[in-house]
């Protein structure tokens, strides 16, 4: 009695495995034989056909290019829609006070004012950038230390402000001795922002003044690059130290990331200096160097005190119309 039942259950299976597999094994050579000599025919066949057959009988090619063409105008028109994953740009140059934080945090919120999503990284222990959106970097308990070290997830230790903000500490200043014995130790930025790229449109990351792991952190996790250079006391040697380094990283961390631009900040378009500073950037750098200028203007050194961007503390000064250029000229280079 007790055999005879689990016989029956397991006859049927067999039965409908075998049926299955047989229409399956036949099928699937036919479409691949088929696809192959109608893709590498696609091209040269419209010249020859009218020539060959005039009888106006339709090819086999005839029917299925057309399709093709859909095809890949569907695929054409999905690369050109908006990115779906943040487009991640570093705010670097070891030099101190060349307006990197400024930058970053000016140019995101020009970003969100065209209605784009966006993140800001502090990556400086200093926490300027974490100041100017008015949180104190002594009060705040989780920070991209832990994320870093730690690996918390990034999304735990974002504020919310005029942009989204992951916030620094100053234990972040023992973040890069504390990273330097892990594996992928170069790459725990990257591997963090994987689990909100899709949330964003663009990442904006602030570096420390100094070529460390954090900015190594910054570089591999970023497509692109913006160098904010002070004209008053430029430094070319500086400069090709950034590219040295960058040079690196393409070749062993991250082949895509690229310079987006160079971009002459603190200008005081009245000295003769700067001008010739400029000139010595553009010989150099050539189309590298943004259109954009950012000229020296008392608000930027005024709106941080009060815990906002230019553009929220003085949304109609000429200090934040720079930055919504510069924002413009990026989009324009084809970002979103
Ligand atoms: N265009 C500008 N005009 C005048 N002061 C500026 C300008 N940009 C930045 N600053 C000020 O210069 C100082 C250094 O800028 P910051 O962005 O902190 O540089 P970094 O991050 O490279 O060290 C800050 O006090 C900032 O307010
Ligand atoms: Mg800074």
Not at 260 to 288: C, Q, V, W, Y
Not at 293 to 302: D, L
Request: charge should be negative.
């Amino acid at each position: 009695m007790e055999q005879a039942v689990p016989e029956r259950p397991y006859e049927e299976p067999r039965a409908d495995i075998e049926e299955l597999h047989e229409p399956v094994v036949e099928k699937q050579p036919e479409p691949v034989i088929e696809e192959e000599p109608a893709l590498n025919a696609a091209e040269p066949e419209p010249e020859e056909s009218p020539e060959a057959e005039g009888d106006g009988r339709m090819k086999a090619i005839d029917l299925i290019a057309p399709t093709r063409l859909d095809f890949l105008a569907e695929k054409e028109a999905a690369e050109e829609q908006p990115v779906k994953t943040a487009e991640v740009i570093a705010f670097a140059n070891q030099k101190g006070g060349v307006a990197k934080t400024t930058t970053t945090l000016n140019l995101a919120v020009a970003f969100a004012e065209s209605g784009y999503r966006v993140l800001c990284i502090d990556l400086d222990p200093q926490g300027n950038l974490t100041m100017s959106q008015g949180i104190d970097p002594d009060k705040v308990e989780k920070s991209l230390y832990d994320v870093l070290v730690n690996d918390m997830p990034i999304s735990e230790i974002i504020v919310k402000r005029e942009i989204d903000i992951a916030v620094a500490s100053i234990d972040l200043a023992g973040a890069e001795i504390a990273m330097s014995t892990k594996i992928g130790r170069e790459r725990s930025l990257e591997k963090a922002l994987k689990e909100v790229s899709g949330d964003y449109d663009f990442v904006c990351i602030d570096t420390p003044p100094s070529l460390g792991l954090l900015t190594i952190n910054a570089l591999t996790a970023a497509n692109k690059v913006i160098v904010p250079v002070q004209c008053e006391y430029l430094s070319m040697r500086g400069l090709v130290q950034l590219q040295n380094t960058l040079r690196m990283i393409q070749e062993n961390l991250n082949p895509d990331v690229k310079i987006e631009g160079i971009l002459p900040t603190m200008l005081d378009s009245r000295t003769i200096h700067a001008k010739e500073a400029i000139e010595i950037l553009e010989e150099n750098f050539g189309d590298l160097v943004f259109q954009s200028r950012i000229k020296k203007a008392i608000k930027f050194a005024e709106a941080p005190v009060k815990g906002a961007s230019v553009l929220k503390y003085d949304s109609n000064s000429s200090a934040a119309n720079y930055y919504r250029d510069l924002a413009k000229e990026v989009l324009s280079h084809g970002s979103a």
